[in-house]
């Protein structure tokens, strides 16, 4: 189910309530807070789950991405599918 | 203003607060981890004074408030508290047993921005649940309680504390957990001190025991993967190193009781001689900088051997301060857990005491918790 290459491009990622992006302004970077859980996310991880808002779909996520930055699409997805597939079985994600 | 302070290594800013709103709890757990001497209502932090350490929570760095007790659902202004944390920035868990929650409150609470509510079950059989919780009916309140957490669309943890009535079925558990419609589900084998320590006798398993049940819940992972997720807190007892308590003193978390002292673990009271600062006379950050009993046991200067030249002092800090007390007699040793402890055949000998021991555990042989009775001697 979470494995990363099997998530469908139509998926609308969200962050599932009891999960925030959050800019910490103490420590000044940016974390994925969850039930018992703080994670730091680097900043490509921030641009990605900025984009989960349960109505973009995970192929216009990598678009937007690819555009905005410039990059290579494939390279962006094999991101976007990594990060999305280890928070999913974390279900700090969902698909 | 103090002449003998030595460099100090930079004090990380505390990541979380469990807030004890209040000791009163209807339940009885013989487990359970507050301390023997529980605080009275009486003496209880008001509404205002709470509310003015979760602000100041919020501005020491803290992110996660976990509002716990006693039963927080006791506090009738819980929700009021809910908002102010959520006002201010924190992420709120509560932890429940689910006693004193309605479907109402619990939309109140959802309103009221609540992150995450960890519900706690006593075992998986609503018979044994019930006589381990010293009340009739709690197994189904909580299931009524799940199910209210899932319409607001709170995600639910549920933690089960593990000892000889229940140990059969720690694996059962973790499925009841997926029915309850948890995301997320704690199997936590009981810690030995405070009420646990009381009831040592009757709540320790044998080893074939633990390591049966343990077997059967990493077994469940893969079953289970993607959609629950397993925290499971193995025993003590049989380890070769010990945990990381608190991921360290004074590291990571604050715990405030309900008269508002503040401790570095919520056993730290069991050490003599440590004084505590409370939230009525000092800020929350001035206790977490300066206050004695967080800076007594902080980096590793305060070590003896064998953990002073260990390579693992950063790693488990030594382990857990008030284990090392109970069984060593001395807070600073190494938690005797570790095999490179001189008092590991301690830990060794009381395990052995229950290597023969069946689980069949009558609720008269329980001392439950409360606040009215005081406990005999050992
Ligand atoms: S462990 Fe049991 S008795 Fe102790 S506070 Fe929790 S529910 Fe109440
Ligand atoms: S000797 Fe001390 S620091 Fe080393 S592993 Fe044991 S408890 Fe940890």
Same mark, same amino acid.
Request: proline residues 5%; aromatic residues 6%; negative net charge.
């Given at each position: ?68 930055f410039k990059a290579e699409r ?22 | 203003?103090n002449a003998l302070e030595t ?197 320790? =398993?044998? %080893? *074939? ?6 077997? +059967?819940?990493?077994?469940? /992972? !893969?079953?289970?993967?993607?959609? #629950? ?34 401790? =570095?673990? %919520? *056993? ?6 440590? +004084?505590?600062?409370?939230? /009525? !006379?000092?800020?929350?950050?001035? #206790? ?37 007390? *109970? ?52």
């Amino acid at each position: 189910m979470s494995d990363p290459a099997e998530i469908g491009g139509e998926v609308k990622p969200r962050l599932p309530r009891g999960v925030h992006l959050k800019h910490d302004e103490t420590r000044g970077e940016w974390l994925l807070l969850a039930p018992e859980r703080v994670l730091k996310t680097n900043p490509i991880a921030v641009e990605i789950l900025k984009r989960c808002d349960g109505n973009a779909t995970l192929s216009e996520i990598v678009d937007d991405l690819a555009a905005q930055f410039k990059a290579e699409r494939a390279r962006i997805e094999t991101d976007v599918r990594a990060l999305l597939g280890e928070l999913a079985a974390k279900r700090m994600v969902d698909l | 203003m103090n002449a003998l302070e030595t460099t100090p290594t930079p004090i990380s800013a505390p990541v979380g607060i469990l807030a004890e709103l209040t000791h009163r709890c209807p339940l009885g757990c013989p487990y359970c981890s507050n301390p023997v001497e529980l605080d009275s209502r009486a003496g209880e932090l008001d509404t205002e004074t709470w509310k003015r350490v979760f602000s100041e929570a919020a501005a020491a760095g803290i992110l996660h408030a976990h509002l716990s007790g006693g039963e927080p659902a006791s506090r009738r202004d819980l929700v009021e508290i809910v908002a102010h944390c959520k006002k201010v920035g924190l992420y709120t868990n509560l932890i429940t047993s689910g006693i004193g929650l309605t479907q109402e409150r619990m939309r109140e609470l959802a309103d009221a921005g609540l992150d995450h509510v960890q519900l706690s079950i006593q075992d998986a059989m609503a018979e044994s649940a019930d006589r381990i919780a010293g009340y009739k009916g709690a197994f189904a309140r909580k299931i009524d309680v799940a199910r209210w957490v899932n319409e607001v669309g709170i995600p639910l943890t549920v933690n089960a504390v593990i000892h000889r009535a229940n140990i059969a079925r720690a694996g059962r558990m973790v499925e009841f957990a997926v029915e309850l419609g948890a995301r997320r589900v704690e199997i936590a084998h009981t810690q030995y001190y405070a009420w646990a320590l009381v009831n040592r006798k009757v709540l320790m =398993p044998s %080893h *074939a025991q633990v390591e049966k049940a343990v077997a +059967e819940v990493e077994g469940l /992972r !893969e079953t289970y993967a993607g959609k #629950i997720v397993i925290d499971h807190v193995i025993p003590d007892y049989y380890a070769k190193y010990p945990k990381a308590c608190m991921g360290g003193w004074g590291k990571r978390t604050m715990n405030v009781t309900p008269h508002g002292k503040v401790l =570095p673990c %919520h *056993a730290a009271e069991t050490i003599p001689g440590l +004084e505590f600062w409370t939230v /009525r !006379e000092h800020s929350l950050i001035d #206790i977490w900088m300066n206050s004695p009993a967080f800076n007594a046991f902080r980096g590793t200067e305060w070590m003896l051997e064998p953990c002073r030249s260990c390579p693992r002092k950063t790693i488990d800090f030594g382990g857990c301060r008030c284990q090392a007390l *109970a069984l060593t007699g001395d807070a600073r040793n190494a938690d005797p857990i570790c095999h490179l402890s001189p008092h590991h055949d301690k830990v060794a000998e009381i395990a052995a005491t229950f290597d023969d021991v069946d689980a069949n555990v009558s609720a008269s042989d329980y001392i439950y918790r409360t606040l009215k009775t005081r406990v005999p001697a050992e």
